[in-house]
């Protein structure tokens, strides 16, 4: 049978964007510069030089010591897969806090590697008080707990430290899922006390998706050298990987070059910005973008006190169609935002303000934008309001 005529497809050439969804962020230029050099093999000279300083800042980043940080050569998930398939052997307990899509991920990984996993569970935009996380430590006796720490479908800030001291007083490893945090909001694995913590490249690091950065800390390796049976993911097994991160460069995968000078280069603006600096320009956009919103009659899904400032998932006000919003911020000002999940499916607009997507012309871009749509929608508020609450917010951090 002959082949049907073939007619070539379009070459790629995306539109422009202003990525304020939940990710992938913006990329800053430097970054597309580096993703676009040279390739070289992964066990070149100057690619293992690469690796060696890009695992010094990959610690500088997560505020550790750790020997074990390297990047998986995956998305954020295949970060989550590495951590629990390297710490939970068949039979282990396992705790995992859901309180949103990725806390049920996380649990749902834990099964699948044996585990035997309980739930304690909070609403969705609600938090964990280190109280009921002692409790059910207390009750189910787990040797892992997991826990996120941004959750990224309900905008909520989860607070680690005290439940992280729990843990290891219990003799628990904590597993903290730092996705939308790393890079946005302080993620201190060391002075936490943290045992295994793991992200992505594509939230606040401003990096294309595709490899996801990991810590084992001492106590974690203890477990991962002591296992009993292999480790369910031949991929993934940090005891193979070190083997290629540590100085024996044994052959493992042939690793993604062009992403990781790609993240090589997001970690130099990280660092070249510094965590602190980076944390309060985050935190600065976060509240102009609320203030704006409030201007709107528009309010928060996470509750007070524990709003993410990287994930912003606001309520839609009533009558406003979600979907003809967003079709049109993106079809007429090319601004992506993203729509809710699960129980929030409908209910909530999730706005990302990651990385260099976090600036003062996306927030008034999108603020700007948003009063018109809305308005056409017969949404009532003061024209003009949203724009000017943002700039009082900026003019008093001058």
Not at 67 to 91: D, F, I, K, Q, R
Request: a neutral charge; one cysteine or more; charged letters at 20%.
């Amino acid at each position: 049978m002959p082949l049907a005529e073939f007619s070539l497809p379009a070459p790629v050439f995306p539109p422009p964007r202003v990525l304020l969804g939940p990710g992938p962020s913006d990329i800053h230029p430097r970054v597309l510069a580096a993703l676009a050099a040279g390739t070289v093999g992964h066990l070149d000279p100057y690619y293992l030089r690469l690796m060696n300083d890009m695992q010094g800042m990959l610690r500088r980043v997560f505020r550790t010591t750790n020997e074990m940080t390297l990047a998986v050569s995956g998305t954020g998930s295949a970060g989550m897969e590495a951590a629990v398939v390297n710490l939970v052997e068949p039979g282990d307990k396992v705790l995992v806090c859901v309180n949103g899509v990725f806390g049920g991920r996380m649990a749902e990984v834990a099964q699948r590697a044996g585990g035997v996993v309980a739930k304690i569970e909070r609403p969705w935009g609600e938090v964990f008080s280190p109280q009921e996380v002692q409790e059910a430590i207390e009750r189910v006796q787990p040797q892992i707990v997991g826990i996120v720490q941004a959750e990224t479908s309900t905008g909520a800030w989860q607070p680690i430290e005290e439940i992280a001291r729990i843990a290891r007083k219990a003799g628990a490893l904590l597993i903290v899922d730092a996705v939308t945090a790393l890079g946005g909001v302080p993620v201190e694995v060391d002075g936490w006390q943290i045992d295994c913590c793991y992200s992505g490249t594509q939230k606040c690091l401003s990096c294309p998706p595709g490899l996801a950065p990991i810590t084992f800390g001492p106590r974690a390796m203890e477990k991962i050298l002591a296992r009993r049976t292999k480790v369910q993911s031949w991929y993934l097994d940090v005891t193979l990987l070190a083997q290629y991160w540590g100085q024996d460069r044994v052959y493992h995968h042939t690793a993604p070059i062009n992403m990781t000078y790609a993240l090589y280069e997001a970690l130099r603006l990280v660092l070249e910005e510094g965590l602190e600096p980076r944390w309060r320009r985050h935190a600065l956009q976060h509240r102009a973008l609320k203030a704006g919103l409030a201007a709107m009659g528009i309010g928060y899904a996470a509750a007070e006190g524990a709003q993410l400032p990287t994930l912003n998932a606001v309520r839609i006000p009533t009558g406003v169609d979600d979907a003809a919003v967003r079709r049109k911020l993106l079809e007429r000002f090319g601004i992506e935002i993203g729509g809710g999940l699960g129980p929030f499916k409908g209910q909530v607009w999730r706005i990302g303000l990651m990385g260099y997507g976090a600036r003062e012309a996306n927030v008034l871009l999108f603020l700007s934008a948003l009063e018109l749509l809305l308005a056409e929608q017969g949404h009532r508020f003061d024209p003009g309001a949203s724009v000017a609450a943002a700039n009082k917010v900026y003019a008093a951090a001058q």
